[in-house]
């Protein structure tokens, strides 16, 4: 054939890069096996050039000699993982004769990707199970033919378009977990986190919460940081938003006298400037208190300009407001800028961390606004508890906080500790409508051989209850970090705080030990009326007769957690528990259109 070996070794390339790159004659075998000869692509001519330089396969005849086979098959009914977007073999799948251009597909690939698509999780499970034979199969059936892009989506006629806004995705399609990410959000206050104050708490735990949701988060702020957690947000400095800038601190002199300084409009245009960068990676500002308190009235200024003028929504987060606080009155002065901390503007959406401040807010405004504006701030219980990390395993298998009443029996397992009471105290709770956790910590007694069978009693009581997912032996409960005893003396204390009522049925005792310990912890305490129990805690606790039997255990039981602080308790853990706040307010106001 004119080469000196009967063989040439070849680079790796795509299949529809064989002509082009090694000048062969492309030819395709038909159904009968007779070579037959391709037309060119549609509108070729000979010399025909095209994208970046790349020339038509037929353009001149090829010195080698050689005829390359390629019998038509069917369509390639699987992605390929070779080109991004592209599917099928060119010449069967668009009825061309040729394979396209490999320059211009290479173009295409790199140049109009789209997102990956979702996969059933049985693809994604195969496809980590893969036979290594699969890869000849696959590169044999790439070689039927070339590969053609996926036709683009079709866009609805008269749909409009703006930057940054695809016309069919709301906001509530970031929540989705599809191609598309959650809303970026920014949240700005005059100064930000190692700064001790309560308005930068609660922007710091809004921004973690946000981040650990998926949210990209920016925290704008004029001083302030290192973050305590950095990978949670990104912390962008504007020295213009401190209160105490120089600047801004010689503007708000002259404006508490009822002056309008020079520099006030220079200052307001600096910090539309510095924001609308920001905003521009926005899709939604949270502004706290910035839009209420004098403290920096160009920033309040800035803030109006921008909502009328920039695509991302505006929320003002109320904490305070200056023309309602007899401090700050004497500083407001009729019209602009002090007029701006007492109007509702038309764009911004107002958000009161009180029904207290929203019913203000419609006095001094004369808005409508209803209870949906309010969101309070929230707590993290088990940071102000300290729970430790075992705790914090066994409250988020069973979800302590989250139960209306956690009952503690902090004893070993024995006859004589009269379990059984307890049981049917938690099947009490719940056939009260609540519902309940029963914690039960110790092991069976390490010196009665019986003590397994007196567990198998409990938990065949606790099936006929209809309790297993309310009553917990946590001595079968594994901890990943230690192999020893289940429940320590650290994680016991933890458990003290998390409970609502102790309760101690026993039938006979000789101290009361948990009776002191959950004294120290201010927990209420039931027990049974024994003298050991009584040396202990001589009032206080809720002794019940053992000669009463188990009803009026249960009937102790359910007016013990009827207490008012009780009560208060777990109103607090419910309504305030910042997990609550973020998913279920939060995070609908972040995906709502207005």
């Known amino acids: 054939m004119g080469h000196p070996h009967a063989i040439r070794r070849i680079t790796p390339l795509q299949p529809d890069e064989l002509s082009q790159r ?49 019998p038509a098959r069917q369509p390639l009914q699987q992605r390929s993982c070779r080109v991004p977007g592209v599917l099928q073999p060119a010449g069967v799948g668009r009825g061309r004769g040729l394979p396209p251009d490999a320059d211009r597909a290479r173009h295409r690939a790199r140049h109009h990707r789209r997102p990956r698509l979702p996969q059933p999780d049985s693809v994604r499970a195969s496809a980590q199970r893969r036979d290594p034979r699969d890869a000849g199969r696959e590169w044999q059936a790439l070689l ?70 998926g949210y990209p988060v920016t925290i704008l702020s004029g001083r302030g940081g290192p973050l305590p957690e950095p ?17 801004v601190s010689a503007v708000r002199e002259a404006l508490d006298r009822g002056e309008i300084p020079s520099e006030y409009a220079t200052l307001r245009a600096e910090i539309v400037q510095r924001l609308s960068t920001e905003l521009d990676e926005l899709d939604v500002l949270i502004v706290h208190n910035a839009l209420t308190l004098h403290f920096n009235l160009p920033l309040t200024a800035a803030l109006w300009m921008l909502a009328d003028r920039h695509r991302a929504r505006t929320i003002s987060w109320v904490h305070d407001i200056s023309w309602l606080n007899p401090i700050y ?7 602009e800028p002090w007029d701006l901390l007492r109007r509702q503007h038309p764009r911004i959406t107002s958000i009161f961390v009180s029904a207290q401040r929203l019913e203000e807010w419609n006095q001094l405004t004369g808005a409508a606004l209803d209870a949906s504006h309010v969101i309070p701030n929230g707590i993290d219980a088990g940071t102000l508890l300290k729970l430790g990390p075992r705790a914090t395993e066994l409250n988020d298998r069973f979800g302590l906080l989250s139960a209306d009443i956690v009952m503690l029996a902090p004893v070993r397992i024995t006859k004589r500790k009269n379990l059984e009471w307890a049981i049917e105290a938690a099947a009490g709770v719940r056939d009260s409508g609540r519902s309940v956790q029963l914690l039960i910590t110790g092991p069976p007694g390490p010196h009665n051989p019986r003590s397994l069978e007196y567990v198998a009693d409990l938990k065949r009581l606790t099936e006929r209850l209809g309790l297993q997912q309310s009553v917990r032996f946590l001595f079968e409960e594994p901890s990943p970090a230690s192999s020893g005893h289940a429940v320590d003396a650290a994680t016991l204390s933890d458990l003290y705080m998390l409970s609502d009522v102790v309760v101690l049925p026993s039938a006979s005792e000789g101290f009361g030990l948990p009776l002191a310990e959950a004294a120290l912890f201010r927990v209420p305490v039931v027990c049974t009326d024994l003298p050991a129990f009584r040396e202990v805690a001589p009032e206080g606790a809720t002794f019940v007769p053992v000669s009463e039997g188990s009803a009026a255990f249960t009937a102790a ?38």
Not at 566 to 585: K, L
């Open 144 to 213: 039927q033919g070339g590969l053609q892009r996926r036709p683009a989506a079709r866009r609805c006629p008269r749909e409009a378009r703006r930057p940054g806004h695809h016309p069919r995705r709301t906001a509530a399609h970031h929540l989705t977990g599809g191609v598309s990410i959650r809303a970026r959000v920014g949240l700005l206050h005059y100064t930000s986190p190692p700064i001790i104050g309560c308005v930068e708490t609660i922007l710091h735990e809004q921004a973690v919460r946000l981040a650990a949701r």
């Open 329 to 335: 009155r004497p500083w407001m002065h009729e019209g």
């Open 231 to 247: 990978h949670a947000a990104r912390l962008a400095i504007i020295p213009e938003l401190d209160s105490r800038e120089t600047a």
């Open 557 to 594: 039981v359910l007016r013990a957690i009827e207490s008012p602080p009780a009560r208060v308790r777990h109103h607090v853990i419910n309504a305030f528990s910042w997990d609550h706040i973020v998913a279920e307010r939060l995070e609908p106001l972040l995906t709502s259109s207005s």
């Open 22 to 70: 090694h000048d062969l004659a492309t030819r395709q075998l038909d159904r009968g096996r007779r070579p037959a000869s391709l037309p060119p692509c549609r509108g070729g001519r000979p010399r025909d050039r095209r994208h970046h330089g790349s020339r038509h396969p037929h353009a001149r005849s090829s010195p080698a000699g050689v005829v390359l086979r390629i």
